[in-house]
Structures are given as C-alpha cells and as structure tokens.
C-alpha cells in the first residue's frame, strides 16, 4: 500500500476514503469503538458512519441528512425554488461553506447585507452546491420562518436559521447533496 500524506483540511472520512478503508473495519482492526475513535481524532460527526450526504425533496419540501446506508440522522422543513426560478435537481456536492456570510442583492448591486446582519437573506450559513455562470446555489439560513414549506425562492434552499447550524457542521466540502 502506499503510504498516505495527511494534508490540513482532510477529515478521518476523507483519508479513510482515500485508502479504502472502512470504518468499521478500521474499529474492529484496532480493538476500539466508533465512538471512541471519533473522541480521540475528533472528526467524525456521528459514531457510525462511513459516509454522510444530504437528500432534498423538492415535492415534500424536506431535507434528510443521511448516512451512508440511507438512515435519516435529521429531517428538515425547507423552502425550495418557486416555478419560475426552480431549485435544480440531480447530483451535487457541497463546494463552499461560509459563516455568517455578506450577500449581495444581483438586482440591486448596491444593496449589501454584511456579515452577521440579522435582515441578510442567507440567514447565518451558507452551503453552496451549484455555480452556473452568473447563478450560484445553495443551502442558507433564514430568518424568515414563515417560507418553510414553500416554493419561494430563487432556486436556493432554506432552512431556519435555528436548523441550519446542525446541517453546516456534519457536512464538509466534497460532501453527496442529491436534490429530486
């Protein structure tokens, strides 16, 4: 086998991906828990899993954190693209995590919402999916509770900003998000 180089930023289910290792081989191997394991490293999120990804269902307007084999760890109520600006769907991954990010308004570009602002329509995290062209996509916070459920947005997806701190940090960049 050859040997691995641990690069900053790669988290245990990333290396061990890369070596085609699981993890519960990994746990049997050297004689310890999942759980015991994930609180010596501290990089794995759940105890037992070997992979997590995000299922979003545009018609049921949920978002399911998932495990590998397909357990739902956390669902979600979220807001999805309105008809005339639908969400994309498909096969995606996570490609930027930002906290407390700055949004700029596209149609009125002097219209910013700095960091932290409490009115910024991303809420308090933003995981971006998509880039196409002028057009970002992502899963963000929001303050605005009541469009939980709907179609309203431009194509983003959004979660209270109470749940979207949970979903920020099980996730990672690279991380599976398939949206139907």
Not at 2 to 24: E, K, M, P, Y
Not at 43 to 70: F, K
Not at 146 to 158: M, N, Q, Y
């Amino acid at each position: 086998m050859d040997a691995f180089h641990q690069q900053g930023g790669n988290s245990l289910q990333r290396v061990l991906a890369t070596l085609g290792i699981c993890l519960i081989w990994l746990c049997t191997a050297s004689w310890v828990s999942a759980e015991e394991l994930s609180t010596s490293i501290g990089t794995l999120q759940t105890p037992d899993h070997e992979l997590i990804w995000v299922e979003v269902s545009l018609g049921d307007r949920v978002l399911r954190l998932r495990q590998g084999d397909g357990t739902i760890l956390k669902e979600m109520t979220v807001a999805v693209g309105k008809t005339s600006t639908p969400t994309p769907t498909g096969n995606f991954e996570v490609m930027e995590m930002v906290e407390n990010p700055i949004w700029q308004n596209p149609w009125e570009p002097s219209v910013i919402y700095k960091e932290g602002d409490p009115a910024n329509p991303l809420g308090i995290r933003w995981i971006g999916f998509k880039k196409s062209g002028e057009e970002d996509y992502g899963i963000h916070g929001t303050a605005n509770r009541d469009s939980l459920g709907k179609a309203v947005t431009h194509g983003c997806i959004r979660l209270s900003n109470e749940d979207i701190p949970y979903l920020y940090d099980q996730l990672e960049e690279g991380t599976p998000i398939v949206i139907h």
